[in-house]
């Protein structure tokens, strides 16, 4: 755990997972994104789930949670291949087609302007890191248009790469937002789980007709849900995500041929030839392969939170001893301290996973894991590690 005190605020840079553990889960509600983050977010995505803090982000959340809720209770020769290209279409397709109903038609060639544009969006926003700390104050400047109009005239490449993104994926949004808004009004399609309609667009407008008043969101709202779901659900549970650790998955098992032998073996036992989860679930191997790779390279390795409120960490690690002579195993924060979760370092530490914790180790999942995992209380949504920080955050 580092203190950095040179600036207006605390900030701590944290992997001892019984604070991380305090931050992501038992006082989640303690803590916030923060404010730069959620600013640039409603710049690109607009004011949709991740856009949005506090009343509106409860109700959007809300509706979301119920459709969550849906969701849950159905259930020759050699040739070069570029993994990480198929790897990117094939997560495009299948996350296009679940969430917003949409068949992008990557894995068949086609090459849309949204499917080629959406690729640039993350290297347009790394380049413009450098404005993220004062975007919370320029998106206070007057309404959208007159912000654009003098964003526009900015002579930044990133800035005009930038925009093109954000107009593709907002008339992609928009196309699919009108159709889907038609059908229901129409009422060819009644939306739910058991139809063959069973995209989250879909369930997310029939939920918010069905909803209260008080719990009913805007069309803007909706739209910006919409951008959320389109661009930042393909970006990070697509492109940067999905199609990243499949290729982690590939180049590691190109390193380590015997495990890939043994894997090949296991899979041509499956006697499906288009299996489903579960059944891909009961391959052993498959699954130590994949939750040791997540291990290693989590798709995010860095989260920020911000204390709302004074509070305190409880800490595995003692950072010293007191005036009396006492470990010191916890931590006072006071409110408004920046706090950065090293998920990448939590998921390597030696006390948790042992000493060989840097290695690539699948087997280690085969076997009873070490004390240290347990005595960690990570929580990870994929078996003891930090995959996705704060699962049930109500910002997240």
């Not at 490449?157 to 196309?175: F, G, R, T, W």
């Not at 939920?207 to 990070?236: C, V």
Request: proline share 6%; aromatic share 6%.
């Amino acid at each position: 755990m580092l203190k950095r005190f040179h600036t207006k605020n605390l900030r701590l840079y944290v992997n001892d997972p019984y604070a991380m553990g305090d931050i992501l889960l038992k006082e989640e509600n303690g803590w916030e994104r923060t404010e730069s983050y959620v600013a640039n977010l409603k710049t690109v995505l607009g004011p949709g789930l991740l856009g949005t803090r506090g009343a509106k982000h409860k109700a959007q959340r809300k509706l979301v949670t119920g459709i969550e809720r849906q969701i849950q209770e159905q259930g020759t020769g050699a040739v070069g291949i570029d993994i990480f290209e198929w790897s990117h279409r094939s997560a495009l397709d299948a996350i296009g087609l679940g969430s917003m109903g949409h068949d992008f038609q990557t894995l068949s060639g086609v090459d849309s302007e949204y499917s080629k544009a959406i690729k640039h969006l993350l290297p347009a926003l790394f380049s413009l890191a450098i404005l993220r700390p004062i975007m919370p104050t320029l998106y206070k400047i007057g309404p959208a248009w007159f912000r654009r109009a003098i964003i526009t005239r900015v002579p930044s490449k990133a800035i005009k790469q930038l925009l093109s993104v954000v107009d593709v994926q907002h008339e992609q949004a928009l196309q699919i937002f009108d159709q889907k808004k038609r059908a229901l009004a129409d009422g060819k399609h009644d939306y739910n789980l058991a139809s063959a309609q069973k995209d989250v667009v879909a369930l997310m407008l029939q939920a918010n007709k069905n909803a209260e008043f008080k719990d009913k969101i805007s069309e803007e709202e909706m739209l910006g849900q919409l951008n959320s779901l389109s661009t930042s659900t393909l970006i990070f549970a697509g492109h940067d995500t999905t199609s990243g650790t499949l290729a982690c998955i590939f180049q590691t098992l190109a390193e380590h041929p015997e495990t890939q032998s043994k894997l090949r073996e296991e899979l041509q036992k499956c006697p499906l030839e288009d299996p489903d989860y579960a059944t891909l679930k009961s391959f052993p191997l498959l699954d130590a392969v994949i939750k040791e790779t997540l291990r290693l390279h989590p798709p995010v390795t860095v989260v920020e939170r911000v204390s709302s409120r004074d509070t305190v960490l409880p800490l595995r690690t003692p950072t010293g001893v007191d005036a009396e002579g006492r470990s010191c195993t916890a931590l006072v924060v006071p409110a408004g301290t920046l706090v950065m979760l090293s998920l990448r370092a939590a998921n390597r530490d030696p006390t948790t996973w042992g000493p060989d914790a840097h290695e690539w180790n699948p087997h280690r999942w085969l076997e009873s894991l070490p004390a240290g995992v347990a005595d960690a209380r990570i929580p990870g949504v994929y078996s003891n590690m930090y995959v996705v920080a704060a699962q049930g955050h109500p910002d997240d």
